[in-house]
């Protein structure tokens, strides 16, 4: 979760509870949050006061956390699955790697194929993608086009179909 300019109490306690701190004997002296904006310490302080009951070593907690990995392992390993063998025959490349952290994956697009275009095809068939010049820091020359798929919100099956829609819409983009 990155905070914005606009941060709320609920959107904090939701990064918590979905393991956004380390396990440790002081929850608050523990969290992992970009304290980017003055205006989140206030949310941060209710946040906390919300979570008051939820201690470090609380078992309840841990076997939380624990699903929530398991869960992002298995919706992670089913899309890069998914992108082996739908995207990479195709000749989409992943620019980064694979990575072994984060909620995102970057995808180097097919050679001729525009970020503006591929973004408004994916749209048609209900796949948001992320423009990769939107989240570069400078305008590099020569760049390739790319795109960035977010994948921990959908299951599994979600994900597969995604890919499966963009492997489609690549297919009809280099005719």
Same mark, same amino acid.
């Given at each position: 979760?990155?905070? =914005?300019?606009?941060v709320?109490? #609920?959107?904090?306690? +939701?990064?918590?509870? /979905?393991g956004g701190l380390? @396990?440790?004997?002081h &929850? =608050?002296?523990?969290?992992? &949050?970009?304290?980017?904006?003055?205006s989140?310490?206030p $949310? *941060? #302080? !209710?946040?906390?006061?919300?979570? !008051?009951?939820?201690?470090?070593g /609380?078992?309840?907690?841990e076997?939380?956390i624990? +699903?929530?990995?398991?869960a992002?392992?298995r919706?992670?390993?089913?899309?890069?699955?998914?992108i082996?063998? %739908?995207?990479l025959p195709?000749?989409f /490349? *992943?620019?980064?790697g694979?990575?072994?952290?984060?909620?995102?994956?970057?995808?180097?697009?097919?050679?001729?194929?525009?970020?503006?275009?591929?973004?408004?095809? $994916?749209?048609?068939?209900?796949?948001?993608?992320g423009?990769? @010049?939107?989240f570069?820091? =400078?305008?590099?020359?020569?760049?390739?086009?790319?795109?960035?798929l977010?994948?921990a919100?959908h !299951?599994?099956d979600?994900?597969?179909?995604?890919? #499966?829609? %963009?492997? !489609?819409?690549a297919? =009809?983009? +280099?005719?």
């Open positions: 979760m990155t905070l =914005s300019a606009t709320h109490p #609920q959107s904090i306690t +939701q990064f918590l509870k /979905n380390f @396990s440790g004997a &929850l =608050s002296s523990r969290l992992v &949050l970009p304290l980017l904006f003055p989140a310490l $949310c *941060l #302080q !209710k946040a906390l006061t919300d979570l !008051k009951d939820i201690k470090a /609380n078992s309840a907690l076997h939380h624990d +699903q929530i990995r398991r992002y392992g919706r992670r390993a089913a899309l890069f699955e998914a082996r063998e %739908i995207l195709l000749g /490349n *992943l620019s980064l694979e990575p072994l952290g984060g909620y995102f994956v970057w995808l180097e697009l097919l050679n001729d194929v525009s970020e503006k275009d591929f973004v408004r095809e $994916c749209a048609k068939v209900e796949v948001i993608v423009p990769g @010049s939107d570069v820091v =400078s305008r590099d020359e020569g760049r390739k086009a790319t795109t960035r977010y994948w919100w !299951k599994e979600k994900l597969k179909e995604g890919v #499966q829609r %963009i492997g !489609k819409i297919r =009809s983009l +280099q005719r």
